[in-house]
């Protein structure tokens, strides 16, 4: 068991299939139960005791730094402007001298859930051994998912150790945006852009990729229509399946 005390949230991507709604704001700043994507992750990582946190910011980037001044955080967040977009492999690297030596969360921007009988991040927390761990990934079913999961991202052994689909294989598990990640995996990467894949695929070589099923309700929100469907059942106590 490990308790992070830092965490990064990804918050610089370009939002390009949430057009156009992103077209004059980040994708992490669109609203949902009257409160930006953004301020409800930052909102997790401060439930489950975070109080380092990152944020990266790229397009409008100026918006982003105001929404984390005005969440009021203690410490303040560090944000941190990409000039050119560093992708999620690329950013997280950049903000590794930010985020201390042990092993730190990473929740996507855009990432929205609710947790279940526990907090997923301290369920998450719990589980992630550093001896056998490099990378644990928090897992939602693809069949409580309300939208297109393709052919799912992610298969669990026995042990939780993840791998990906083979071809012509269906995966059951969508990556649900938050998980915990290990310094060490970004010894000899690229600098610059680079997938958040590259490292997952270097932890799920050497059997050190796990995955952990969420227990509670999660939204998946890549269009305008999810963002306005997830609204609604909200509003309704609608929730997608949970177990």
């Given amino acids: 068991m490990i ?9 610089a991507g370009l939002g390009t299939r949430m057009r156009p709604l992103t077209d004059d704001r980040p994708k992490p700043l669109l609203p949902l139960e009257g409160r930006s ?21 790229h397009w409008f980037a100026d918006q982003i730094a105001d929404a984390v001044e005005a969440y009021g955080a203690t410490p303040p967040p560090t944000v941190l402007r990409e000039a050119d977009l560093l992708e999620t492999g690329g950013g997280v690297k950049a903000a590794l001298p930010s985020l201390g030596q042990a092993p730190f969360v990473v929740v996507n921007g855009d990432a929205f859930w609710l947790d ?10 719990a589980a992630f051994e550093p001896e056998e761990m490099d990378a644990l990934l928090l897992l ?24 990906r689909p083979k071809e012509r294989e269906i995966a059951p598990y969508l990556f649900g945006g938050v998980q915990i990640l290990s310094p060490s995996l970004f010894a000899d990467t690229p600098d610059g852009p680079f997938s958040l894949n590259l490292v997952y695929d270097r932890a799920m070589e050497n059997g050190r990729l796990y995955g952990l099923v969420h ?14 469907r997830a609204e609604t059942m909200l509003r309704a106590g609608i929730l997608p399946a949970l177990f």
Avoid: K, Q
């Avoid at 409800?40 to 990266?56: E, K, P, T």
């Avoid at 279940?116 to 927390?125: H, V």
């Fill in 3 to 11: 308790a992070p005390s830092h965490a990064m949230v990804l918050a």
């Fill in 37 to 57: 994507l953004l301020h409800h992750a930052m909102d997790r990582l401060r439930d489950a005791g975070i109080g380092n946190v990152v944020v990266n910011a």
């Fill in 116 to 125: 279940g009988p526990n907090s997923a991040l301290r369920r998450m927390e």
């Fill in 140 to 163: 939602v079913r693809t069949a409580h998912v309300d939208g297109e999961t393709g052919r799912g991202d992610f298969l669990l052994d026995p042990l939780g150790h993840a791998r």
């Fill in 215 to 228: 227990d509670g309700a999660w939204f998946h929100l890549s269009t305008p229509r999810d963002l306005a």
